[in-house]
C-alpha cells in the first residue's frame, strides 16, 4: 500500500557476501545489509552479492591439528612399521601450516631421539633381539597450541636375522646326491654372525631336521639308506630357531640306488 514502510534485508549465503541495493537499476548508495522504503509508487528492488574472495584465517591450534592430520613416518630399505630392521629412521621436524614437532620414544634403549640440529631429527636404533614394540610421541606445536600424535613401530628383532642365516648356512653343506657309502652330517646347531646397529656378535642357533620321505636318510644322525633298485628323492628340511624366531629351508637330496651308483658322467 501507498506510504507504507517495507524494510529488506539481504543475508550472506555461503561464498557470497552483500555489496549494494539498486533502486530500478540506479545504485542506490546503500551498502548496508538493511534498506528502508517508503512506497510511493510500483519499483524494483535488487539486493547485489559478489564472491568473497576473503581468505580463511585459521587459529594456531587448527593448524597444529591439520599439522596432525597429515604428519607421517616414513621408512627406507623395504621397512614398515611392523619390521624396523633399519639402524636409523628419520623424524621430521617441521610440520605443515609453520609448525614444530618434537619427538619422544618409551623405548630408549632400542629407538634413541637424537637432534643434530633445528632441522634433522632421527630415531638411533640399537636392534633388540626379539621383535620388540616401541612406540614414537610427536609433540606438534604453533605459538601456544599443541597436539600430540603417537605411531607404535616394531624393531625387528636379530634373532630373525640369525635363524635365517643359520637355516641357509644348515642346508648348504647338504650334498645333491648320496650313495649307500654316504653319511650325510646333519648339524644341530649352527653358528652365524648378527648386528644390533652398534656391534656385531656371533650366536648360536639350534637345528632341527625332518626327511621325506624318512626310510632313505635318517634325519636323527644322517645315516643313508638307499632303496635296492630304484632312485629316490628326499627333501631334508632344516628348521632353525633362536629365541622365538624360527624360519625353515629345505634342500632335495637324491638317494642312488645300490645296484645303480652314479657315474662320473652323471656326477
Excluded: M
Excluded at 599443541?146 to 625387528?156: D, G, L, M, N
Amino acid at each position: 500500500d501507498k506510504n507504507t514502510v517495507l524494510a529488506f534485508t539481504a543475508t550472506k549465503l555461503g561464498s557470497y557476501k552483500f555489496v549494494k541495493w539498486e533502486h530500478n537499476g540506479a545504485d542506490t548508495g546503500v551498502t548496508e545489509p538493511t534498506y528502508k522504503l517508503t512506497v510511493t509508487q510500483s519499483v524494483r528492488i535488487k539486493a547485489i552479492f559478489t564472491v568473497d574472495e576473503t581468505p580463511i584465517t585459521k587459529t594456531d591450534q587448527e593448524k597444529v591439528e591439520k599439522a596432525k592430520e597429515a604428519l607421517k613416518l616414513y621408512f627406507q630399505n623395504g621397512d614398515t612399521a611392523d619390521n624396523i630392521s633399519s639402524h636409523r629412521l628419520n623424524l621430521p621436524v617441521n610440520g605443515l601450516q609453520g609448525t614444530k614437532i618434537s619427538w619422544q620414544s618409551n623405548g630408549t634403549n632400542i629407538i634413541e631421539i637424537k637432534k643434530e640440529n633445528e632441522w634433522n631429527c632421527y630415531g638411533s636404533i640399537t636392534r633388540p633381539e626379539e621383535n620388540t614394540q616401541v612406540t614414537l610421541t610427536a609433540t606438534i606445536t604453533r605459538g601456544d597450541a599443541s597436539a600430540t600424535k603417537s605411531f607404535t613401530v616394531t624393531v625387528r628383532g636379530t634373532n630373525e636375522d640369525a635363524v635365517i642365516s643359520a637355516a641357509e648356512q644348515a642346508v648348504k653343506s647338504i650334498p645333491s646326491f648320496v650313495t649307500k657309502d654316504t653319511h650325510i652330517q646333519l648339524k644341530t646347531e649352527e653358528t652365524v654372525f648378527v648386528s644390533n646397529g652398534s656391534s656385531s656378535s656371533s650366536v648360536k642357533v639350534d637345528i632341527k631336521w625332518n626327511a621325506k620321505p624318512p626310510e632313505f636318510i635318517s634325519d636323527s644322525d644322517g645315516t643313508v639308506t638307499p632303496h635296492e633298485t630304484e632312485i629316490k628323492k628326499v627333501t631334508l628340511t632344516a628348521t632353525a630357531k633362536k629365541g622365538n624366531a624360527q624360519t625353515q629351508k629345505t634342500v632335495t637330496v637324491t638317494v642312488y640306488p645300490n645296484n645303480n651308483e652314479p657315474n662320473l658322467q652323471t656326477v
